[in-house]
């Protein structure tokens, strides 16, 4: 993750809550012209890739073969989206890490990191068939942090295009290829069977 950018996933008030939405209601309107996948480099290093500091963009075929993301009925990113708009914005889903503030997946402009490997899928479902549309909504689903401490943190974000929706949302891989919930982690549902159970929507605020 970026660690230059400010967190900009949990919010601490309703104000704090608004302003989250206002920004995210920035993009509506917007083609996304490009969307890439930033993952770590799992492969970079045996590759003669040895500065881990800088982003490598992925084109060889071997590693397209078998992409590190794809789990078929879904996607799972170790550090999130980006999209570059038709407006020539950058925009990225990524993840606050835990700590006194609470955690969140966070919608905000510029890159996710600064490093890893970078996969352009424009091309890959389901970005592909969405390529001619504006985003009509981006709906953000905030829950309550806790009682005590206050605050609210997102676990998903919801991107409408005039019809479809992309769910994107808090969660990876685990070891028998299923989608799980995670903190660190952003997950693209790809397949129609909706979310997965463990994904709250009884306390949306």
Same mark, same amino acid.
């Given at each position: 993750?970026?660690? !230059?950018?400010?967190?900009?996933?949990?919010?601490?008030?309703?104000?704090?809550?608004?302003?989250?939405?206002?920004?995210?209601?920035?993009?509506?309107?917007?083609?996304? %012209?490009?969307?890439?996948?930033?993952? #770590?480099?799992?492969?970079?290093?045996?590759?003669?890739?040895?500065?881990?500091?800088?982003?490598?963009?992925?084109?060889?075929?071997?590693?397209?073969?078998?992409?590190?993301?794809?789990?078929?009925?879904?996607? !799972?990113?170790?550090?999130?989206?980006?999209?570059?708009?038709?407006?020539?914005?950058?925009?990225? #889903?990524?993840?606050?890490?835990?700590?006194?503030?609470?955690? +969140?997946?966070?919608?905000?402009?510029?890159?996710?990191?600064?490093?890893?490997?970078?996969?352009?899928?424009?091309?890959?479902?389901?970005?592909?068939?969405?390529?001619? +549309?504006?985003? +009509?909504?981006?709906?953000?689903?905030?829950?309550?942090?806790? %009682?005590?401490?206050?605050?609210?943190?997102?676990?998903?974000?919801?991107?409408?295009?005039?019809?479809?929706?992309?769910?994107?949302?808090?969660?990876?891989?685990?070891?028998?290829?299923?989608?799980?919930? +995670?903190?660190?982690? #952003?997950?693209? #549902?790809?397949?129609?069977?909706?979310?997965?159970?463990?994904?709250?929507?009884?306390?949306?605020?």
């Amino acid at each position: 993750m970026n660690q !230059h950018r400010p967190p900009l996933g949990f919010a601490s008030d309703a104000t704090a809550l608004a302003e989250r939405r206002t920004l995210a209601d920035q993009l509506v309107g917007q083609r996304l %012209v490009r969307v890439e996948y930033v993952n #770590i480099d799992y492969f970079g290093w045996d590759l003669g890739h040895r500065d881990q500091s800088v982003r490598r963009q992925i084109t060889g075929p071997a590693e397209w073969r078998n992409p590190t993301w794809d789990a078929g009925a879904f996607h !799972h990113l170790d550090f999130g989206i980006e999209f570059t708009t038709d407006l020539g914005q950058v925009w990225g #889903i990524t993840w606050d890490s835990a700590g006194p503030d609470g955690k +969140s997946m966070a919608l905000r402009p510029g890159r996710v990191s600064d490093a890893g490997a970078v996969w352009d899928v424009t091309q890959a479902e389901p970005w592909r068939s969405l390529s001619e +549309s504006a985003v +009509s909504e981006v709906t953000l689903r905030y829950h309550p942090w806790g %009682v005590e401490s206050g605050g609210f943190w997102c676990t998903r974000a919801s991107l409408s295009f005039d019809g479809p929706t992309v769910e994107v949302l808090l969660g990876d891989c685990d070891t028998l290829g299923s989608l799980s919930a +995670s903190a660190d982690n #952003i997950a693209v #549902i790809v397949s129609p069977a909706g979310l997965p159970g463990w994904e709250r929507t009884d306390d949306l605020v």
